[in-house]
């Protein structure tokens, strides 16, 4: 079975930082594109980053310069490390891999960043 | 970036009815368009891909079609579990993005 588990959310002061991981488990880890998606409290779905089985990596304009995603194939994690942090990336952060060949499933439960 | 809108907002249905969800493209997509559900206080789960394939697992009560700039999900008869959020996104291009979302909601 599947699984991705978020790990290393919280509360972080306007213009601070912090990593997401995001462990993977139940398939072949580097034979995946791996994805960030981001829900602020009460909006809807905004896709962040991701990241292909080559390391080619893709950004949003919202975040990019500012985010970096990473994928380590030894120890099936993937990464967020966010840097300037604002009240607008306030949200609930998802993992998920890739599937058919651009789409997003499975998605971890979601890790909370709130950023105050 | 491509915009895509959702119709209606919110769909008030009662178990057994038939739901009709629409999300419109700002451009062409052609068939790179999938659905997605998601629950209060769960993850988003892939519905359909590609327009009209449903994901593994899928009951077959749920199907999509369209191409270009409009499609459609239906749901042919709403079991209880099926009250929830769904968003349409595309994977044309960079960015992909998402819909605003249609609530399905209990009449």
């Known amino acids: 079975e599947v699984q991705l588990l978020e790990s290393g959310g919280g509360l972080v002061q306007p213009g601070g930082s912090l990593r997401l991981s995001c462990a993977a488990s139940?398939?072949?880890?580097?034979?995946?594109?791996m994805t960030w998606v981001r829900q602020a409290p009460g909006k809807g779905l905004e896709w962040v980053s991701t990241i292909g089985t080559t390391s080619i990596t893709y950004y949003a304009d919202s975040v990019k310069g500012r985010f970096t995603i990473s994928r380590d194939n030894s120890k099936n994690t993937m990464y967020l490390q966010m840097n300037s942090l604002s009240a607008e990336d306030t949200a609930v952060y998802f993992c998920?891999?890739?599937?058919?060949?651009?789409?997003?499933?499975?998605w971890g439960q979601g890790i909370l960043v709130t950023v105050s | 970036e491509i915009v895509l809108t959702q119709s209606p907002v919110t769909l008030s249905l009662s178990p057994g009815e038939r739901a009709t969800l629409s999300c419109r493209a700002s451009q062409s997509v052609s068939s790179s368009l999938g659905w997605y559900q998601q629950k209060p206080g769960q993850a988003p789960r892939l519905l359909i891909y590609d327009a009209s394939n449903r994901a593994t697992g899928i009951p077959a009560r749920f199907s999509g079609s369209g191409s270009g700039t409009d499609f459609t999900l239906t749901i042919s008869s709403l079991e209880p579990e099926d009250f929830a959020v769904y968003y349409c996104?595309?994977?044309?291009?960079?960015?992909?993005?998402f819909g605003q979302g249609t609530k399905v909601e209990i009449k």
């Open positions: 996104q595309h994977r044309s291009n960079w960015p992909p993005t």
């Open positions: 998920a891999k890739g599937v058919y060949q651009g789409w997003f499933d499975p």
């Open positions: 139940g398939f072949t880890f580097n034979n995946f594109d």
